[in-house]
C-alpha cells in the first residue's frame, strides 16, 4: 500500500467523506495499468489515483459510488474490446479484474 493512499485515506475520512478502494487484482492484455494499481473514489465521485482512465476507470468509480451507498465491496470484471476501443481512439483494449473496497 502506497504512503500516499493510506495519507489520503485519513484525510478524506477526517473530513467524514465516505470512500472505496479500487484495485485490479488482474491486468489481462493490453490494460493501462498493472495489478496492484489503486485508486481511491469518495461518495461524490471524487478520485484520487487512477486504474487507467477511459470507460472502464468511468465504469469502477460508477460502481464504486453504488457500493459506498450500499455498504459492501465486490469483485467485478471490466473488458474493453479491441472494437470499442478503436471508438474512443485508442489502439487496443484490455480486461481488469477490480476489487472495490468500501473503507468504513
Known amino acids: 500500500m502506497r504512503k500516499e493512499v493510506l495519507e489520503k485515506i485519513i484525510e478524506y475520512k477526517e473530513k ?3 470512500i472505496a478502494r479500487v484495485f485490479i487484482i488482474q491486468a489481462k492484455s493490453s490494460s493501462p495499468r498493472n495489478t496492484g ?3 481511491l473514489v469518495t461518495e461524490k465521485g471524487e478520485t484520487f489515483g487512477t486504474i487507467g482512465g477511459g470507460s472502464d476507470e468511468k465504469k469502477a468509480v460508477e ?4 457500493l459506498i451507498e450500499k455498504n459492501c465491496s465486490e469483485k ?23 476489487f472495490i473496497q468500501v473503507i468504513e
Open 37 to 39: 494499481t489503486e485508486m
Open 63 to 66: 460502481h464504486a459510488q453504488y
Open 16 to 18: 467524514g467523506l465516505k
Open 76 to 98: 467485478l470484471k471490466l473488458t474493453l474490446t479491441r472494437k470499442d476501443a478503436a471508438k474512443i481512439g485508442w489502439v487496443c483494449g484490455g480486461q481488469i479484474d477490480i
